[in-house]
């Protein structure tokens, strides 16, 4: 059973950064596809961004093009969301989850997904 960890929540203003990582102690996550997903609250997790299990493809929401980037740090054995330009509506509990293949062309789907962390907050507020 592959265990996630994210971390890298937090408070922060509109208009700034966070990065948030995603680690899986003991497991190899250059064998996996991972994904990234938020849950606002009152509203249905969706997905965010996706970087394949090599590292070339990842994908990404319309609501964060252009302002988040997802990586996949091999050596490290973490994968990274840097968030940019951060908006209140950005505010959720963000998860990331795991599959063996996929975000070759599109997001992963959530219901595609094997494993999972069990989030990291991040709230955006003046």
């Known amino acids: 059973q592959v265990q996630l960890v994210e971390s890298g929540g937090g408070l922060v203003q509109p208009g700034g950064s966070l990065r948030l990582s995603c680690a899986a102690p003991?497991?190899?996550?250059?064998?996996?596809?991972i994904g990234w997903f938020r849950q606002a609250p009152g509203k249905e997790r969706e997905g965010v961004s996706c970087?394949?299990?090599?590292?070339?493809?990842?994908n990404y929401a319309d609501a964060v093009k252009g302002r988040f980037t997802v990586s996949k740090d091999i050596a490290n054995n973490t994968v990274y969301l840097q968030m940019n330009s951060l908006k209140p509506e950005d505010t959720a509990l963000y998860y990331c989850?795991?599959?063996?293949?996929?975000?070759?062309?599109?997001?992963?789907?959530?219901?595609?997904?094997?494993?999972w962390g069990k989030g990291t907050p991040v709230t955006v507020s003046s």
């Open positions: 003991g497991f190899t996550l250059g064998a996996y596809a």
């Open positions: 970087v394949s299990r090599g590292g070339g493809n990842t």
């Open positions: 989850a795991a599959r063996f293949t996929g975000c070759m062309r599109t997001l992963i789907k959530e219901i595609d997904m094997l494993y």
